[in-house]
């Protein structure tokens, strides 16, 4: 098994919270200085796409209202916790050095993934509560 030296298990720890930071700062910028086009395929078929709501979403995530951020796209919060998951199994794999059978990337997985997400982006077409606002 592969030893890890002690800079790369520090960059496994340190990398991902200074590229949050670097985001975080990245999209305040250009939520207050680039105006974002509508969405096209709204407009023209007044069907929402599978990404309707994904920037309402992070704006209410970054000010912290997860309930809302759920509400204007579930697929934002679905893919930050797949993020933390996939995250943690390499924080695993880097500083505690163990192999361990891996449920995130795993085909089983990802294709029920694919499939409840293809079935929310129809299903919001046709039920109101959970339709972006």
């Keep these: 098994m592969k030893r890890y030296k002690t800079y790369q298990k520090v960059l496994v720890i340190l990398l991902p919270f200074v590229s949050v930071a670097a985001l975080w700062l990245l999209a305040h910028f250009v939520l207050k200085y680039v105006m974002l086009p509508e969405c096209q395929f709204y407009k023209w ?3 929402y796409c599978p990404g309707c709501g994904d920037t309402r979403a992070v704006i209410a995530l970054m000010n912290g ?4 951020s759920l509400r204007q796209n579930a697929l934002i919060i679905a893919l930050l916790l797949l993020g933390i998951a996939m995250y943690a199994e390499l924080l695993l794999k880097v500083v505690f050095e163990k192999k361990f059978k891996s449920p995130v990337f795993n085909l089983k997985f990802l294709v ?9 982006a129809v299903v919001r077409n ?3 509560a959970i339709a972006p606002i």
């Design 45 to 47: 078929t007044g069907i």
């Design 65 to 68: 209202d997860v309930l809302l």
């Design 112 to 120: 029920i993934f694919l499939i409840l997400f293809s079935a929310y």
């Design 126 to 128: 046709f039920v109101p």
